[in-house]
Structure formats: C-alpha cells, structure tokens
C-alpha cells in the first residue's frame, strides 16, 4: 500500500525567504500528487499538482518538484508571507486500479513570522 | 465554484450514539470521500464512492458505514460512536477517475 511521509512536523520561516516542504512516498504512480493547505477550522484547500511525467510545476510563488529515483515531492514556497501560515498536506495516488484514491501525509504545520 | 457542505460544524454525542454526518456536492461529481483528521496522523480515508450506490473501503473503515442513494449526498454513519471516534471529519469529492479533491468545511465530532 501507498505510505507518503511528511517527516518535518512544523518549520518557521521568516517573511520573503524562502519555505521548503517535504514529502516521501512508496509506490510510484502514473498519475498526479497534491498538495493541500489547511487554515484551523476550515477544509484542506488545493494549492497545487504535478503530474507523475513531470518534474516541476510552478504557479506563482509556488513550485512543486517531483524526483522520481528518490520518490520525493518538494514544495517551495516564495517569498513566503504571512498567510501562507497553516498546515500543508501532500497527497499521493493510492491505487493503481482507480486514481481517484489519494494517501494524504500527516502534514507540515509552516508558521511565517513577520 | 465547487461547494462541499457538511451538516454539522460541531457536534457532540454520547457513547453508544448512532451519528449520521451528511455531506453535499454541487458540482456532479463522480467521487466522494470520508477522511478524518488527528494530530500526528494526518487525513486517513475512511471510505470512498466512485458512484451511486458504490463504496469502497479505505485505510480505517472498523465502526464506520457509508450511504449514497444519490450522486450528490454521501452520508458517513457511525453505528455505535465511541470515544475513539471524536476527530475532525473531513467529506471531500473529485470528478471522474483521477484530479483534485475538493473538502467541505469539516465535522468535529466529539464524544463524551
């Protein structure tokens, strides 16, 4: 089964550097992975996606890159402001059968301090 | 926009309860899902359903079932709530076989 492990629980970053989050998974997929970001007492909101063929995507002040050998996602968030304080979750496909299957990591708390 | 709402923000039962936790899609989605979220484990998948009247275990079905008799309602129900089960639950949906998840708002559940 799909493991994806988020091992930095929480990190500070102070405003306009940069914030790296991290993301290991088990299974390689032909699909996409995710990342989600979670404001206290509301949903995960979709941040952003990267195909299993790529290996960068990048929307604005985030990217996402995939290394593949090491099975490894990064999120870089910058600059990072203080509203990007919040929990992120990386999210990978779980089933080879169905795509529509996603292993959620136990997330990374970012706080950015002014 | 998509909009997944959940019935409840906050709710408290009794062990023993049977709880229903409902959740609506507005958007004709194919997929939805049950995850709930703890400190330290993240968002586990409870159940899923590619369509109506078709469910799938996840990672941690034990003491939950799962009902959708139409596309845009997927009820989370648990049959005998006990304290174990107090968490955030968190509805989600996605259309067709693969693409993004969009979450409802979320259900604390607490119980005492």
């Known amino acids: 089964d799909q493991q994806v492990k988020q091992n930095s629980p929480s990190l500070s970053v102070q405003e306009g550097r940069i914030s790296i989050l991290n993301c290991d998974y088990t299974n390689s997929m032909f699909d996409y992975f995710l990342w989600y970001k979670k404001y206290p007492a509301e949903g995960p909101t979709f941040l952003i996606s990267i195909s299993s063929i790529k290996d960068k995507n990048e929307d604005g002040r985030f990217t996402v890159f995939l290394n593949k050998s090491a099975k490894h996602l990064s999120l870089h968030i910058v600059p990072s402001q203080p509203g990007d304080s919040a929990v992120y979750f990386c999210?990978?496909?779980?089933?080879?059968?169905?795509?529509?299957?996603?292993?959620f990591g136990t997330g990374t708390r970012l706080k950015v301090l002014a | 926009d998509v909009k997944v709402t959940q019935s409840s923000r906050y709710l408290v039962k009794r062990t023993g309860e049977k709880v229903f936790l409902e959740c609506v899609q507005d958007?004709?989605?194919?997929?939805m899902f049950w995850y709930r979220q703890d400190p330290g484990l993240g968002l586990r998948l409870i159940y899923f359903?590619?369509?109506?009247?078709?469910?799938e275990k996840g990672d941690i079905p034990e003491g939950y079932s799962v009902s959708r008799e139409k596309k845009e309602r997927f009820s989370l129900i648990l049959e005998s709530a006990s304290t174990n089960q107090t968490s955030m639950y968190l509805c989600?949906?996605?259309?067709?076989?693969?693409?993004?998840?969009?979450f409802g708002p979320g259900t604390r559940l607490t119980v005492t």
């Open positions: 958007m004709d989605h194919e997929n």
């Open positions: 359903s590619y369509d109506v009247k078709m469910k």
């Open positions: 989600a949906s996605s259309p067709g076989t693969s693409g993004n998840l969009y």
């Open positions: 999210a990978a496909p779980g089933s080879l059968t169905g795509t529509y299957k996603y292993i």
